[in-house]
Every structure is written in C-alpha cells, then in structure tokens.
C-alpha cells in the first residue's frame, strides 16, 4: 500500500496514544477515564457521541458518529482494555509510551490502542470531508476477558436501528486484511460430591472420577466434531476442536474429593458445533452423571460456568467490508487468524465484518509491547483513502 508521507499527522497520533498508554485499563480495572476523554475529543472533532456504561458503572462503551444520519456507513471498531502487566519483566514503565529506534512501547501500543489513536486523529479530518454516509465510531470493555463490552453494543445498535454497511475492527494484522477466526468458548465445569475415607469409595461421592468420565465425554466429542467439519473449511485444522486445561480436585490420596475444578475450551469453525457439544453433555450430566450422584448424596451437583463465548468470524463469499478494506489498502486477497476478535459479534447483528489494524498479533500480551511507527502511518494513510471512499456513496 503506498503511503505517503504525513508527518504531522503522525506526530499528533502519537502524542495521542502515549496519553492512551497513560490510562491504566487493565481489564480488572475501570476503563471509564480513557472513555470519557475519547468521548471529549471527538464531541471536540464534531461527533455525535454517546456511552454505555455496564452494571457497576466503570466499565463503559463508547459510540460516536461523523456524519449524516443514515445508513449504509462504516465502523471503525476497537477495545479500549488491555491485558495485565504483573509478573512481566518490562524494561521500562508499560504504562509511559517510549520511542525507541522506530518503535513505540508500552502496554497497548499494539493491542490495541495504536488503533483507536489512529481513528480519533483522524476524527477532525472526517469531520471536514463532505461524507455521504457516516463513519462511526465503536470503542469498548472488557474484550480481553471475554469481549462483553461488545456484547452488549452490538445489541443496543440493534435496537436503536444502527445498520452500518461494514465494519472495521482494528486488531493487530500486520494492516493485512482478515476475513476469519474461529470462536472461542471458555468454560469451568464445577463438580460437587461427597468426602469420605478412602477406603470405602462406596459411601461417598468421587468429584475427581466423575470429572473424569466428564472428560472422556468431551474426548469422545473431539473425535466426532473431526468428522462434522464442514466442506471445504479454511480454517486449520478445518474442525472445531477442545481443550481440557486443568483439571484440580482432592486433598490426599486416603480421602474420597469432595469437589473437582475442570477448565476447557471449544474453538467452533461454526455455531452448530457448540450446540453439539452442549447437548451432548447436558444429556450425560442430566441422564447419567447426577442419578447416579445424588442416589447417594441428593446435593451433589455438576455446574458449569460460562466464562466467555465469543462467536467466530465467517468468511463469507459476499463480504463488503472485505472488498472495501482490500481495495483502500491494494490488497490482492484475505486471510484467518488463530486469535479471536471482537468481529463475529457485528456478523452476526448482520454487519460484513473485517479485520485490519496495524502491529502484529507476536507483540500483544508480551512486556514491551511494541507498534512500529510505520504501521501506525500505514493504518493513518488507509483511514484516510477511507474519508475519500465514504464521501462518494455507501459502500455496497
């Protein structure tokens, strides 16, 4: 993609997002500072803006539109949560953005602060243009824990009638262009049953074997998810596939575990397979695991937690905001990447999602964590073909 040179608007990007780097948003911790400064520089470039805030009131999503009031515009769409840097040996403090020889550290450079920087500079030059449809604006919480910021977005743009024609979700790609991920679904089984002395298994209930047996189930499901793999599926390897992450339970090997802990995962290449998984199991746990438990203690119990279950993203034959982001950036062609993004959750309010932001996935979540400058240029010159394209009409 040919860029020419901007170097005041590159400058001005980048004191943006050291003052980005400088709000602590740590997942566990509130975003709703770094939210509501975003939200005064953009009322500041002449957006419509509005928040939404979650139940405790510190975790806020933020929307905001350049733009006449139509349909038919573009999302540009990015987290403002970052993930933590405890226990990271940094060379210098995460949350004070360095320059060093072409690159900028610090936590979020790369995911995915530059990004969001990237579009607020670029808000005032929107603003100036003559745009026939609107550009808008998507920035949210808690992505890095389970995307429910955009959960809950998406959802109020349903029902306040936003339809948009695309949208850009900014993760890390290199500024190449992707057009797919798998899900990812994240689960704690809980399994409760009774202690008892070791040497009489009879009287009690076993929560390590029967979160075995729950286990074995979920190996049984992997090999059948292998041969419901859908013709002709990009993805590698092209079926959804499970992990079993830890499984903890018992005190001592003379005593009958009263309670085991079971962490896994689902990565669906699509949403069929999860209801698969589910029922299946749900016909073990209901059918055969509980009768048998509670024939001998009525409160034993098997509980499984929703951690998260982030819905992949398609790639489709048809896909607008592919052929858009293609063409700003000369792009001959699309890719998948392993990680998730908030993207699927706008496919599926019937939004053509993308993904194309500048740094590269094998920076994130690392201590110093870095954006090269000129991928920050690269994603200022697209942005800016992007001004150009919305002035001449919708997208599709």
Known sequence: MHNPPNADRLARCKH???????????????????TL????????????????????????????????ECDGGVILSGHTDVVPVAEQPWSSDPFVMTQRDGRLYGRGTCDMKG???????????????????????????????????????TASLQKRGIRPAAAIIGEPSQMQVIDGHKGCFEYTT?????????????????AVEYASRFVMKLL?????????????????????????????????????PGKARLEWEMRPVQ???????????????????????????????????????????????????????MALTGANGAGL???????????????????CGPGSIAQAHKPDEYLDETQLDLCLHMLDLLGDRLERGPVT
């Not at 943006?16 to 500072?33: G, I, K, M, Q, Y």
């Not at 390897?237 to 499984?247: D, Q, V, W």
């Not at 009768?291 to 119990?301: G, L, S």
């Open 37 to 68: 400064a975003l939200a005064e520089y953009l009322e500041d470039s002449g957006a419509r803006v509005w928040t939404q805030a979650d139940a405790t009131g510190e975790k806020l999503n933020l929307f905001a539109t350049i733009g006449p």
């Open 190 to 206: 809980w399994f409760t049953g009774l202690e008892g002395h070791g040497s009489a298994p009879d009287l009690g209930v076993n």
């Open 271 to 325: 949403p069929s397979d999860a209801d698969f998984v589910k029922d299946a199991l749900e016909r073990l746990v209901q059918d055969e695991l509980l009768p048998e438990m509670r024939a001998i203690h009525p409160q034993a119990d098997i509980h499984t937690q929703i951690v998260a279950e982030v819905v992949g993203l398609l790639p489709e034959p048809q896909n607008p905001a592919r052929d858009l982001v």
């Open 337 to 355: 990447v392993p990680f998730g993004t908030e993207a699927g959750l706008f496919q599926t309010i019937g939004i053509p999602s993308v993904i």
């Open 115 to 153: 990004f969001v920087a990237a579009c607020v500079t670029m808000a005032p030059e929107f603003a100036r243009r003559n745009l026939a449809v609107p550009v808008h604006f998507a920035f949210t919480y808690d992505e890095e824990v389970g995307c429910f910021g955009a959960q809950a977005l």
């Open 16 to 34: 943006l997002l050291a003052e980005l780097v400088a709000f602590p948003t740590v997942s566990s911790d509130s975003n709703r500072a770094l």
């Open 220 to 256: 049984e499901l992997r090999k059948a998810l292998q041969a419901r793999a859908p013709a002709g599926c990009p993805f590698d390897p092209p079926h959804t596939t499970i992990n079993m992450g830890l499984l903890a339970g018992g005190v001592a090997h003379n005593v009958i």
